[in-house]
């Protein structure tokens, strides 16, 4: 059994997840008599608890650990073909399976930490996305040695830590999108609370890795493959875009005080930000990042 045998069932437990997630997002708490709307549960709606939501979380975990073997067989099979160990995270398949499996790694720890479960739709349902593109047949799951601008550490360390970041965002964005969901029914203050203060504990985690992946190993590993830091290339320049948008989400709500449907906007859209920077500059703009597909 190869790599992508384990990408594939991974691709089938995210999906069962995201389907036992959203159970539990429309669910009644088990531990609650009377009460079926949003709003008439008296403990916070973020923290109810359902048989669905516990089936969901294990469903996850076991996942995770499904895709972490596929991970481990993938770095070996590149190494037999290039003689150099690295993470997975050369192309546009890997760095599909790689945020795959970052994204419900990071959100399972914000479940373990804050069990709030009802993101956890949001988090399977984009990794089982993620998954299931790179295990469609519109890309190869082939093992080709690797560039000579590709054979670098900081290549390694700029993307994973930039993916990795954007992972955290992804939480964010789930807590957001569901707090602007939840506002429009009515849902009641301590919930959109949570959700809120859980988008922004995302980012302020997710920002330094970013920083680090996006802007400081990016810039050296462009000195190691182009001879030069920075050169305005159009992904160097949306990944700017992108961090100083969430500089921008963290300054109005350090600096500003901003809060509740302002934040959750911008977590929502710093997200689809990202999402363009690493797709809609690969595909649409042309520049030295083109190969990665």
Known sequence: MDSAFFFYLSAVGYFLAFVFYLLHLIGSPTDQKSGVGIVAAPQPWVLKETTWGKLATWTTLVTVLISTVGMVLRVIEMHRVSDFWMLPVTNTYETLAFFSWAIPLVYVLFEWRYKIRVVGAFATGLAFLFIALASSPLLSSEVRPLVPALQ?????????????????????????????????????????????????????????????????????????????????????????????????????????????AKTAWLAVGGFAVAMFTWWGVNYLLAGLHSYAG
């Open 152 to 260: 670098s550490y900081w290549l390694v360390l700029h993307v994973s830590f930039t993916l990795g970041g954007e992972a955290f965002f992804a939480v964010a964005f789930g807590a957001g999108a569901l707090f602007l969901w939840l506002q429009r029914r009515g849902g009641n203050l301590q919930t959109l609370k949570m959700l809120d203060n859980l988008g922004y504990k995302a980012i302020a985690l997710g920002f330094p890795l970013f920083t680090l992946g996006g802007l400081v190993f990016g810039a050296i590993w462009a000195q190691h493959a182009w001879g030069r830091y920075w050169g305005w290339d159009p992904k160097e320049t949306w990944m700017l875009i992108t961090w100083l948008f969430y500089a921008l989400y963290l300054h109005v709500r350090v600096k500003w005080g901003w809060r509740d």
